[in-house]
């Protein structure tokens, strides 16, 4: 059972109550509230996870999502009714956070509700893509296929962020390594530099005494330094949830040197593939460029499908209302050209889909393979630097004393 907190007029004296009541679910709770007598005004769960390590241990991953749209649509295309089609998906979910999501969209399937309006209740988990399919699904009869192709739209978005994902990752590695030595030599070979020259009374070299300087800054001052990084990383991250600042970040991914074409590429595969998924089970094409200028997740390309939209809308071709976009890849209208004339747009959307996938996937091998000799020759030059700024000094000293 969960708990939710609840604000509620009571019926005999018109006050207004507020206190907690268990339920499986929100639903659930408002139909315990009115069985009571009181009108709710206001039922929210209460988190028992205590935040935190909590939170992130209920977090909804994409692979549950997954998971849990193949399973229901094998049981609805094998014949079950919905609801028990839905309970059956329950039950082999263990991701709490996502089984509080489910028993709420049965109570409201069962309470009479569609099933799309029953998913459009958490939209924090369930996407409006993931929507838009479910809701043409319904309309067309085919919901068992509506699921599984928004399974393999998933799918296919998270095996392309994990290789991102994993390019970026010896780069981090190595920079924190460069971090480590640089924090290394700072903290305990030059203090000892310092010594023996102050020992020998002779004046440090003008770079070695730059680095006993930064190093005496971080360690008296590392309280100001660690409030500045603080602070930046705080404003930092409100601006970028602000619109100039989120437009600020889009413009920087699609334009900065050797990421911006991966990141194009990434965009157009994800405008191709989710607008293949959404034609294909009947959604209008007006609607379906709403939703793909959302999906894409990038400000910048989501206006150039809203201006296009607006000349579709208008009586104009796709392919047409796309070319003139600066960020939309020629490619993209060219092969919508081509399903335009044959009839099958969404053919068309599924394979430049497959072809900016196969580049993107290409590409980001490439970079692993190019970008790993750049760090590891930017790791020698400042682990090199550093070491010659602290050998130089002492073998120049060993000069002098045999002189």
């Not at 708990?3 to 139909?31: C, L, P």
């Not at 390594?177 to 530099?193: D, H, N």
């Amino acid at each position: 059972m969960r708990k939710f907190n609840y604000q509620a007029r009571d019926g005999a004296t018109d006050k207004i109550v507020k206190a907690v009541v268990q339920a499986e679910s929100e639903s659930a709770a408002a139909k315990v509230l009115i069985a009571q007598g009181f009108t709710p005004l206001n039922i929210t769960e209460i988190d028992e996870n205590g935040g935190g390590l909590g939170f992130l241990k209920n977090r909804i991953s994409t692979k549950d999502k997954i998971v849990f749209t193949r399973q229901l649509a094998t049981l609805i295309g094998a014949g079950l009714p919905l609801s028990q089609g839905l309970h059956t998906a329950l039950e082999q979910t263990d991701n709490k956070r996502l089984r509080g999501a489910i028993e709420d969209i049965v109570a409201s399937v069962e309470g009479g509700k569609s099933l799309h309006e029953s998913f459009s209740k958490h939209p924090d988990i369930f996407d409006k893509v993931f929507l838009a399919l479910i809701a043409a699904g319904e309309a067309s009869g085919t919901l068992d296929d509506a699921l599984r192709r928004v399974a393999t739209q998933q799918e296919k978005d998270a095996a392309t962020m994990s290789k991102i994902r994993g390019a970026m990752t010896y780069p981090v590695i190595v920079l924190v390594v460069i971090f480590g030595v640089m924090g290394f030599m700072l903290f305990t070979v030059v203090p000892q530099v310092e010594k023996l020259y102050i020992d020998l009374k002779r004046p440090l070299p003008f770079l070695t005494a730059a680095m006993v300087s930064a190093a005496d800054f971080m360690v008296n001052f590392w309280w100001v330094i660690l409030i500045i990084l603080i602070a930046l990383g705080y404003f930092g991250r409100q601006y970028f949830k602000t619109e100039g600042g989120i437009k600020v970040l889009d413009t920087f991914k699609l334009n900065v040197p050797i990421f911006g074409p991966m990141f194009r590429k990434l965009y157009m595969a994800r405008l191709a593939r989710t607008g293949q998924t959404l034609l294909s089970t009947g959604v209008p094409m007006l609607d379906m460029l709403r939703i793909t200028s959302e999906a894409v997740n990038n400000s910048i390309i989501a206006q150039s499908i809203n201006r296009a939209a607006e000349k579709v809308k208008g009586g104009k071709a796709l392919s047409d209302a796309l070319k003139p976009e600066e960020y939309i890849l020629s490619l993209v209208p060219q092969m919508i050209k081509i399903g335009e004339q044959s009839g099958k747009i969404d053919e068309m959307m599924g394979k430049t889909a497959q072809v900016y996938e196969d580049e993107l996937d290409e590409q980001i091998k490439t970079i692993s393979t190019a970008i790993e000799p750049v760090l590891m020759v930017i790791l020698a030059v400042v682990a090199g630097g550093m070491v010659a700024a602290i050998l130089l000094p002492i073998y120049s000293l060993v000069n002098d004393i045999n002189l």
